[in-house]
């Protein structure tokens, strides 16, 4: 959250989180954090605005698929 949103994105997960990917809608990764610490918030300005998928996979091996906007 929030979704839109500017250059801070927040994760928050009740279950550990080993890496957020984003990527564009054709699945290019455009960044990649690996082990963030847990509910952290992320510096997303050096990506362009526009329309990404967020892709976040825990430790138990979930993997959650968001679609969010860039301004």
Do not use: C, H, W
Request: without cysteine; aromatic residues 8%; proline residues 6%.
């Amino acid at each position: 959250y929030p979704n839109p949103f500017d250059d801070l994105i927040n994760i928050n997960s009740s279950a550990k989180i080993n890496r957020v990917i984003f990527t564009q809608i054709t699945g290019q990764i455009i960044m990649e954090i690996n082990n963030p610490s847990e509910n952290e918030s992320i510096n997303t300005s050096q990506i362009p605005a526009g329309f990404y998928m967020l892709i976040i996979e825990t430790a138990n091996g979930e993997r959650i698929v968001n679609k969010i906007i860039k301004q």
